[in-house]
Protein backbone atom coordinates (compact mmCIF):
# COMPACT_ATOMS: atom_id res chain seq x y z
CA UNK A 1 0.00 0.00 0.00
CA UNK A 2 3.33 1.93 0.20
CA UNK A 3 3.26 2.85 -3.36
CA UNK A 4 2.40 5.05 -6.78
CA UNK A 5 -0.42 2.99 -8.37
CA UNK A 6 -1.06 6.16 -11.25
CA UNK A 7 1.03 9.06 -11.96
CA UNK A 8 0.26 11.62 -14.20
CA UNK A 9 2.47 14.50 -15.52
CA UNK A 10 0.77 17.71 -16.41
CA UNK A 11 2.31 18.92 -19.76
CA UNK A 12 -0.49 20.77 -21.02
CA UNK A 13 1.52 23.87 -21.14
CA UNK A 14 4.68 22.89 -22.56
CA UNK A 15 6.01 22.01 -26.20
CA UNK A 16 5.92 18.53 -27.91
CA UNK A 17 8.71 16.59 -26.71
CA UNK A 18 11.68 15.35 -28.42
CA UNK A 19 11.00 11.53 -29.46
CA UNK A 20 13.91 11.09 -27.56
CA UNK A 21 12.31 12.51 -24.28
CA UNK A 22 9.02 10.87 -24.79
CA UNK A 23 10.93 7.52 -24.93
CA UNK A 24 12.30 8.61 -21.84
CA UNK A 25 8.82 9.62 -20.10
CA UNK A 26 7.48 6.32 -21.58
CA UNK A 27 10.31 4.02 -20.04
CA UNK A 28 10.47 5.92 -16.45
CA UNK A 29 6.30 5.75 -15.98
CA UNK A 30 6.46 2.15 -17.22
CA UNK A 31 9.38 1.30 -14.54
CA UNK A 32 7.85 3.52 -11.85
CA UNK A 33 4.71 2.10 -11.78
CA UNK A 34 5.77 -1.66 -12.17
CA UNK A 35 8.04 -1.36 -9.17
CA UNK A 36 8.23 1.96 -6.87
CA UNK A 37 8.27 2.87 -3.05
CA UNK A 38 6.50 5.77 -1.96
CA UNK A 39 5.06 6.74 1.68
CA UNK A 40 3.47 9.48 3.19
CA UNK A 41 4.88 9.80 6.75
CA UNK A 42 3.02 11.19 9.57
CA UNK A 43 3.72 15.01 10.00
CA UNK A 44 3.01 17.07 12.55
CA UNK A 45 0.67 14.71 14.83
CA UNK A 46 -1.49 14.72 11.68
CA UNK A 47 -2.89 11.01 10.52
CA UNK A 48 -1.81 10.35 6.80
CA UNK A 49 -4.28 8.93 4.19
CA UNK A 50 -2.70 5.15 3.09
CA UNK A 51 -1.55 4.57 -0.61
CA UNK A 52 -1.88 3.25 -2.91
CA UNK A 53 -1.36 6.69 -4.41
CA UNK A 54 -1.94 8.72 -7.82
CA UNK A 55 0.41 11.55 -8.04
CA UNK A 56 0.21 14.27 -10.46
CA UNK A 57 3.70 16.15 -10.76
CA UNK A 58 3.36 19.69 -12.74
CA UNK A 59 5.71 23.03 -12.39
CA UNK A 60 3.35 25.85 -11.01
CA UNK A 61 4.57 28.93 -10.69
CA UNK A 62 8.28 27.70 -11.21
CA UNK A 63 8.01 25.06 -8.27
CA UNK A 64 7.68 21.57 -8.89
CA UNK A 65 4.50 20.36 -7.40
CA UNK A 66 3.09 16.76 -6.08
CA UNK A 67 -0.46 16.59 -6.08
CA UNK A 68 -1.62 12.99 -4.19
CA UNK A 69 -4.59 11.59 -3.87
CA UNK A 70 -5.68 7.30 -2.97
CA UNK A 71 -7.05 5.81 -4.93
CA UNK A 72 -10.27 6.51 -3.95
CA UNK A 73 -9.65 9.99 -5.07
CA UNK A 74 -9.11 11.63 -1.26
CA UNK A 75 -6.72 14.24 -1.19
CA UNK A 76 -4.04 12.92 0.61
CA UNK A 77 -1.07 15.59 -0.06
CA UNK A 78 0.51 18.70 -1.96
CA UNK A 79 3.77 19.56 -1.70
CA UNK A 80 5.43 22.62 -3.59
CA UNK A 81 9.08 22.40 -3.95
CA UNK A 82 11.89 24.85 -5.33
CA UNK A 83 12.97 24.18 -8.72
CA UNK A 84 16.48 25.95 -7.96
CA UNK A 85 18.26 22.55 -6.12
CA UNK A 86 17.31 21.02 -9.27
CA UNK A 87 18.05 23.81 -11.66
CA UNK A 88 21.98 22.56 -12.35
CA UNK A 89 21.80 18.98 -12.40
CA UNK A 90 18.98 19.06 -14.78
CA UNK A 91 21.07 20.99 -16.83
CA UNK A 92 23.98 18.74 -17.22
CA UNK A 93 21.36 16.18 -17.32
CA UNK A 94 20.63 17.06 -20.74
CA UNK A 95 23.80 17.78 -21.92
CA UNK A 96 24.97 14.35 -21.42
CA UNK A 97 21.75 12.64 -22.34
CA UNK A 98 22.09 14.69 -25.66
CA UNK A 99 25.75 13.42 -25.76
CA UNK A 100 24.65 10.07 -25.17
CA UNK A 101 21.88 9.95 -27.99
CA UNK A 102 23.98 11.37 -30.57
CA UNK A 103 27.30 8.82 -29.67
CA UNK A 104 24.36 6.03 -30.10
CA UNK A 105 24.21 6.97 -33.21
CA UNK A 106 28.55 7.52 -34.22
CA UNK A 107 30.49 6.06 -31.66
CA UNK A 108 32.00 2.69 -30.93
CA UNK A 109 30.57 0.98 -27.67
CA UNK A 110 33.48 1.87 -25.54
CA UNK A 111 33.21 5.33 -25.63
CA UNK A 112 29.09 5.06 -25.52
CA UNK A 113 29.65 3.05 -22.33
CA UNK A 114 31.96 5.94 -20.86
CA UNK A 115 29.27 8.53 -21.39
CA UNK A 116 26.36 6.04 -20.15
CA UNK A 117 28.57 5.62 -16.79
CA UNK A 118 28.21 9.67 -16.95
CA UNK A 119 24.80 9.90 -17.59
CA UNK A 120 24.09 7.48 -14.65
CA UNK A 121 26.17 9.36 -12.70
CA UNK A 122 24.58 12.42 -13.17
CA UNK A 123 21.13 10.86 -12.84
CA UNK A 124 22.28 9.40 -9.19
CA UNK A 125 22.96 13.05 -8.47
CA UNK A 126 19.44 14.24 -9.46
CA UNK A 127 18.07 11.19 -7.10
CA UNK A 128 20.09 12.44 -4.33
CA UNK A 129 18.49 15.99 -4.74
CA UNK A 130 14.90 14.54 -4.75
CA UNK A 131 15.69 12.84 -2.08
CA UNK A 132 16.81 15.29 0.42
CA UNK A 133 13.93 17.89 -1.29
CA UNK A 134 11.44 15.20 -0.17
CA UNK A 135 12.97 14.77 3.22
CA UNK A 136 9.64 14.71 6.10
CA UNK A 137 7.07 14.59 3.24
CA UNK A 138 7.84 11.30 1.72
CA UNK A 139 9.70 8.36 1.38
CA UNK A 140 10.66 7.18 -1.30
CA UNK A 141 13.68 4.52 -2.20
CA UNK A 142 16.50 4.83 -4.69
CA UNK A 143 14.57 3.45 -7.74
CA UNK A 144 11.57 5.57 -7.25
CA UNK A 145 13.28 8.83 -6.88
CA UNK A 146 15.53 7.88 -10.47
CA UNK A 147 12.42 7.75 -11.89
CA UNK A 148 10.94 10.71 -10.73
CA UNK A 149 13.29 12.50 -11.64
CA UNK A 150 13.53 11.49 -14.96
CA UNK A 151 9.82 12.71 -15.09
CA UNK A 152 11.12 16.32 -13.30
CA UNK A 153 13.33 16.55 -16.32
CA UNK A 154 10.57 15.85 -18.75
CA UNK A 155 8.90 18.75 -16.96
CA UNK A 156 11.80 20.80 -17.16
CA UNK A 157 12.34 20.37 -20.75
CA UNK A 158 9.29 21.56 -21.74
CA UNK A 159 9.39 24.48 -19.16
Not at 18 to 35: F, G, H, M, S, W
Amino acid sequence: MTRISHIELDDRNLPPPTPEIEQERKVAIYDLLEENSFTLPVRDDRATLDGPYHVQLSIREKRLVFDIETEASEKAAEFHLSLGPFRQVVKDYFQICESYFNAVKNLPPSQIETIDMARRGIHNEGSRVLQERLEGKAEIDNDTARRLFTLICVLHFGG
